[in-house]
């Protein structure tokens, strides 16, 4: 019944010229396609005029802001060169694939960047089907995150735990991808349970870390609506006092009870 309604609002979407718009799982039938028709299709010109039309930063903190995340940046990977190499080399003999991952997120006016991670799971673990059973699998095209996921190799755990294995996105941060502090990164499929509101979460930089995991992180999610109203919180209200609050909270989600390497 699930997949039947999602399918129908595919079409839908697809009809009205917003393809990308629309969540991958729709909760109880509560498909629609009101707004569809008047929001710009992800990606294309029209989309990122309404993106920067809708940033409200004060252009001293958006300078200030890029100075800090390419000082701070560089920092963080001249500091972790040989020690990133050292885990490199476990994670290869961990997982047998390539140490770093990349995947696809949408970024400031929903341009598509690659995201650089370690990797902590099995090479092959894009076949969810092989390791999730059917909970699971409604669990992951809701949230992309699984509770006890088993695809997660035993160092990718501990990895996840402490938040290392993002710490290949400061790569991101100096290639203007990302900022050290914004919403996080969402895919295609994601950031379509923003809906009308995507351009304003698109209207500042996605960052390693933010709002959401200063707060509440992985209790927030999206079929709940809580995870889309912490990043949207952040987006319309960033500047200096916000970024301070998330990085700060940072550290009690890395290293303090709330911690869940999920």
Do not use: H
Not at 156 to 181: A, C, T, Y
């Amino acid at each position: 019944m699930m997949n039947n309604v999602t399918d129908r609002a595919a079409k839908a979407a697809a009809a009205a010229g917003a393809d990308a718009l629309f969540p991958v799982e729709v909760s109880l039938g509560e498909a629609s396609t009101e707004g569809w028709e008047r929001t710009p299709k992800l990606g294309t010109d029209a989309f990122a005029e309404q993106c920067r039309s809708l940033d409200r930063r004060p252009p001293l903190y958006r300078f200030a802001k890029r100075l800090f995340d390419l000082v701070f940046s560089a920092c963080v990977i001249v500091v972790g060169f040989i020690p990133g190499l050292v885990l490199s080399l476990a994670i290869v003999a961990d997982t047998k694939g390539s140490p770093i991952y990349s995947q696809a997120r949408i970024g400031r006016g929903g341009r598509t960047f690659r995201i650089y991670k370690f990797r902590t799971m099995v090479v092959d673990s894009d076949d969810v089907e092989k390791y999730l059973d059917e909970a699971q699998l409604a669990e992951w095209r809701r949230e992309r995150k699984v509770d006890n996921d088993p695809r997660i190799t035993p160092l990718g755990r501990k990895l996840r735990r402490l938040s290392l294995d993002e710490v290949p996105n400061f790569l991101n941060v100096l290639k203007g991808d990302m900022s050290v502090i914004g919403p996080r990164a969402v895919s295609r499929e994601e950031i379509g349970w923003f809906g009308d509101d995507a351009g304003t979460v698109l209207s500042v930089p996605a960052g390693i870390t933010g709002l959401w995991q200063a707060t509440q992180r992985n209790d927030a999610t999206f079929e709940s609506g809580e995870r889309q109203r912490i990043e949207l919180e952040y987006a319309r209200n960033a500047g200096f006092a916000m970024d301070a609050r998330c990085f700060v909270g940072t550290f009690g989600a890395m290293f303090g009870k709330r911690r869940s390497g999920r």
